[in-house]
């Protein structure tokens, strides 16, 4: 059974950090694409990030690039998601993705429950 458990969300301060976890059990990320959307109230789920089972294609959504990575610890079987400089517009549910590809929310298989993320002005 696939599960993507995310963990780590919660209140900061505007400029302030996160950094998201993403445990996978029932496949390993190694073998897949992993990435992470979001989702603010009253808003469509968008893309913020992707990266190749390989780790080598990385994508971001232009207004995360510079401030977000997203890494991954195979061993753990775990892909994380470190947030810099949290601006406000940042809040939003964050999910956790795997076996997909491109920015679409349509594209991915599996998916995770979400974490709060709220950034204060």
């Known amino acids: 059974q696939v599960q993507l458990v995310e963990s780590g969300g919660g209140l900061v301060q505007a400029g302030g950090s996160l950094r998201l976890s993403c445990a996978a059990s029932?496949?390993?990320?190694?073998?897949?694409?992993m990435g992470w959307f979001r989702q603010a109230p009253g808003k469509e789920r968008e893309f913020v990030t992707s990266?190749?089972?390989?780790?080598?294609?990385?994508d971001y959504a232009d207004d995360v690039k510079g401030r977000f990575t997203i890494s991954r610890d195979n061993v753990k079987n775990t892909v994380y998601l470190q947030m810099n400089s949290l601006k406000p517009e940042d809040t939003a549910v964050y999910y956790c993705?795997?076996?997909?590809?491109?920015?679409?929310?349509?594209?991915?298989?599996?998916w995770g429950q979400g974490t709060q993320v709220t950034v204060s002005s």
């Open positions: 993705t795997g076996r997909g590809g491109n920015r679409a929310v349509a594209g991915w298989v599996y």
């Open positions: 990266n190749s089972w390989n780790g080598r294609t990385t």
């Open positions: 029932g496949f390993t990320v190694s073998s897949s694409n």
